[in-house]
């Protein structure tokens, strides 16, 4: 490996020195580069990539007097992160609303709590709430408040009942509205639930009671969504960007993207306004005809590239839509104890009309799974979509996979599918699984990263923003620590060591974009895309890896953020 450095770095010489370069050096360089930690003395970055990296002595000799100099200090460089999943423009949202998250992210741990956050954010902006004509809120979880039961059209009209009032459930599944948006939106007693949705409903079976699970929220935002305008969407997307960068992202993802999305970031890339990589994911289903008419994309241009489609099999185990196989644990107000959640495309042919589509197109797809239910539908149809039109390398992924069975993952390795875990789980929703919704044994297993080491798959992590905050670092210490939030760990055997950890973030999330030749390691030719963090995730005590700061957040030789 030095050797082949060394020359590399011989034939960049002359080239270094003809131009401005930066010099990276003085603390633990992590390259990230095989299958053990390897570090390296010094970096040189020049023109947005990699041109060296090896011993001080050798970078000092070939880098000249143009060379800029960055003494670490101690401090750590590795590669940017990469996120295997998210969704950047509604992280934006979640940035630019009211915070409802519960600590330790937000105040968020009660109905009274989230009245009066909903209160001051309309108080504090006023011209903001004007100019919307909604008090908006995102990351209420009902699982850590205190009555243990999502809020209603009733508790929210004490928010307001002149302005329609919206809060976002933090698993991005759920949502509650007050009465001024319910009939906003055009729900009464006289709505049906839509196909893969439900409108809860007040004790006489009909008047919706402000509590929206899946298509019954989704049908209901997504055209207020599209209504902002212009200037707010943009506003949305660049804060997404901010949230990203800020947490050592330079690889974001919109998972799920709209046309209308898909429209905006385009144009905020040939604008130059985007300052790290988003790679977008329409959804097949919904955007069907866009898709066929402009395909993916393999290359970004300035920053943007449609990089392959997304589809959602089912819902959220937190919110207990997920599709499960077993009854859930306790099942959700009104339904039956052998109540296992739904599909979000309740017909099996249709399903496999869209993965077909994927497969024949050559598109990379993206399946939301939950329940392992839904994990089978996909294993399924993705073993049909094979033997119709050949399964060479397409990485396709399972998002989230949480449930996923043992036999799955021996399927999905069969068939090349890529679980791409929800590592947050654990620590956010282990004593919610174990005791509400799947069981101590079924909530042992959740986002298995240790059953897909053992049996050599590659595998990502991911924080599926903006149900999570965008943090790297929490992910990395959540796949590591698998804490609750009581302190129990839960599922010992699924944890993994950090540098597994790492690469979920890093190497083998590049692989799952098919960008590993460009990214994912500190490489000579890849992109300089950078992180430097306070402290070495390998070194410290894995209690404390979730106290490491991001220090500067590089794109292309080019800082994004700094503390």
């Not at 979730?546 to 220090?551: A, E, L, R, Y």
Request: hydrophobic share 40%; glycine share 8%; net charge negative.
């Amino acid at each position: 490996m030095c050797f082949l450095v060394s020359l590399l770095a011989g034939c960049e010489q002359d080239v270094v020195k003809e131009s401005q370069a930066t010099l990276y050096f003085g603390g633990d360089i992590l390259t990230m580069a095989g299958d053990e930690p390897e570090y390296v003395e010094a970096l040189i970055e020049r023109d947005g990539k990699i041109v060296f990296t090896g011993t001080y002595d050798q970078a000092i000799t070939i880098a000249g007097e143009t060379v800029s100099a960055v003494d670490l200090k101690g401090k750590t460089l590795l590669p940017g992160f990469i996120d295997a999943h998210g969704h950047i423009y509604l992280a934006g949202i979640q940035r630019l609303t009211t915070n409802l998250l519960p600590p330790p992210d937000g105040n968020g741990d009660g109905i009274d709590a989230l009245v009066t956050l909903l209160k001051n954010f309309q108080k504090d902006n006023p011209q903001a709430v004007k100019n919307s004509g909604w008090i908006a809120g995102f990351g209420y979880d009902d699982s850590q408040l205190k009555e243990r039961r999502h809020p209603t059209a009733d508790d929210l009209d004490r928010v307001s009942t002149e302005y329609p009032v919206l809060i976002i459930h933090q698993s991005g599944h759920l949502a509650s509205m007050n009465h001024k948006a319910l009939e906003m939106v055009g729900y009464d007693a006289n709505t049906k639930d839509p196909v893969g949705g439900i409108i809860r409903r007040e004790a006489d079976g009909k008047t919706p009671n402000g509590v929206l699970e899946e298509m019954g929220f989704f049908q209901a935002v997504f055209p207020l969504m599209a209504a902002l305008g212009e200037e707010n969407q943009e506003r949305i997307a660049l804060a997404g960007a901010e949230a990203y960068a800020e947490f050592g992202f330079t690889t974001a993802q919109d998972g799920r993207a709209t046309k209308d999305a898909v429209v905006m970031y385009r144009k905020l890339a040939a604008e130059n306004k985007l300052k790290i990589d988003v790679a977008s994911y329409p959804d097949l289903q919904s955007e069907t005809e866009y898709i066929k008419s402009i395909g993916t994309e393999s290359d970004y241009t300035n920053h943007f590239r449609v990089a392959g489609v997304k589809l959602s099999f089912d819902g959220s185990p937190q919110g207990k839509t997920a599709w499960l196989t077993e009854p859930y644990k306790v099942p959700p107000a009104g339904q039956a104890e052998d109540y296992r959640g739904y599909p979000a495309i309740p017909e099996a042919s249709i399903r496999q009309q869209l993965v077909d589509m994927a497969f024949e197109s050559n598109w990379q797809l993206l399946v939301h799974c939950n329940g392992d239910a839904a994990s089978e539908a996909m294993i399924d149809a993705m073993g049909k979509a094979a033997e119709k039109f050949g399964n060479e390398d397409r990485r396709s992924v399972m998002i989230h996979a949480q449930t996923v069975r043992e036999d799955q993952l021996d399927r999905m390795q069969t068939l090349g599918i890529v679980p791409s875990f929800f590592s947050m789980h654990p620590f956010y929703w282990g004593d919610w699984h174990r005791d509400e919704t799947l069981g101590p044994e079924r909530a042992s297993r959740i986002s298995p990263t240790g059953s897909a080491l053992q049996r050599g798959m590659i595998f990502t992590t991911h924080h599926d923003a903006p149900v999570a905050l965008p943090s790297a670092i929490m992910v990395l210490h959540i796949t590591v620590n698998r804490l609750t939030r009581s302190g129990q760990v839960l599922g010992p055997e699924q944890r993994v060591a950090p540098y597994v950890a790492l690469q979920s973030q890093t190497s083998w999330a590049a692989w799952q974009y098919f960008e590993e030749d460009s990214k994912g390691t500190l490489e000579v030719g890849k992109l300089a895309d950078l992180v430097i963090l306070d402290k070495n995730p390998l070194k410290v005590d894995p209690a404390n890896i979730m106290n490491i700061s991001v220090v500067e957040t590089i794109k292309e030789g080019n800082t994004v953020y700094a503390m």
